[in-house]
Nanobody
Framework: HVQLVESGGGSVQAGGTLRLSCKAS????????MGWFRQAPGKEREGVAR????????YYADSVKGRFTISQDNAKNTVYLQMNSLKPEDTAMYYC????????????????WGQGTQVTVS
């Protein structure tokens, strides 16, 4: 089993920055896919970014390309989401997710989830 703990959410003004962290523990491996998803009230959960921890390949939703950066620190078993130029439409609960399978876009592909961290942009 894999446990995920997110941190770093908060409230910022439009144009501001935040960095989210997701620390993994438990039965982790060097080759996993770690993803960030978000869900706003009344909307479906959507993928924001994901990283294949073995290759370092990254993938982004079009809505965040050029503003968000996903990265990893393998020594700390931690994945980060640097969010710049935040917009009000980025307001959502952000979740970290992990899978030992292929690095796919769909949330259903990820069996492990964190508790979420709130990001509010005004």
């Amino acid at each position: 089993h894999v446990q995920l703990v997110e941190s770093g959410g908060g409230s910022v003004q439009a144009g501001g920055t935040l960095r989210l962290s997701c620390k993994a523990s438990g039965y982790t491996t060097t080759r996993m896919c770690m993803g960030w998803f978000r869900q706003a009230p009344g909307k479906e959960r959507e993928g924001v970014a994901r990283i294949a921890t073995g290759s370092g390949n990254t993938y982004y939703a079009d809505s965040v390309k050029g503003r968000f950066t996903i990265s990893q620190d393998n020594a700390k078993n931690t994945v980060y989401l640097q969010m710049n130029s935040l917009k009000p439409e980025d307001t959502a609960m952000y979740y970290c997710a992990a899978t030992k399978a292929a690095c796919l876009r769909e949330a259903a592909s990820y069996p492990y989830w964190g508790q979420g961290t709130q990001v509010t942009v005004s």
